[in-house]
Nanobody, 126 residues
Framework: QVQLMESGGGLVQTGDSLRLSCAAS????????MAWFRQAPGKEREFVAA????????QYADSVKGRFTISRDNAKDTVYLQMDRLKPEDTAAYYC???????????????????WGQGTQVTVSS
């Protein structure tokens, strides 16, 4: 079993930055694919970014490409999401997820991830 714990959310203004962290514990592996998804009120959960090692292979949603950066520290079993130039439409609960190696074409699919954190709220005011 794997446990994921997100942190770093908060209330910020348009244009500000935040860094989310996701600490993994339990039966973790450096070969896990790690991802961030988000869900705004009344909307479906959507893919944000994912990283798969070795490689690493990184994918981003078009809506965050160039503004968000995903990274991982395998020694700390932690994945990060650096969010810059935040916009009000980035407001959502952000969830960390993990699973064994996922094929490239499926990295954006929430159904592929076996483990999920409880989420951390990010609110961007205009």
């Amino acid at each position: 079993q794997v446990q994921l714990m997100e942190s770093g959310g908060g209330l910020v203004q348009t244009g500000d930055s935040l860094r989310l962290s996701c600490a993994a514990s339990g039966r973790t592996s450096s070969r896990f694919t790690m991802a961030w998804f988000r869900q705004a009120p009344g909307k479906e959960r959507e893919f944000v970014a994912a990283v798969r090692t070795p490689g690493p292979t990184i994918q981003y949603a078009d809506s965050v490409k160039g503004r968000f950066t995903i990274s991982r520290d395998n020694a700390k079993d932690t994945v990060y999401l650096q969010m810059d130039r935040l916009k009000p439409e980035d407001t959502a609960a952000y969830y960390c997820s993990a699973s064994g190696t996922i094929i490239l074409s499926a990295m954006r699919m929430s159904s592929q991830y076996a483990y999920w954190g409880q989420g951390t709220q990010v609110t961007v005011s205009s």
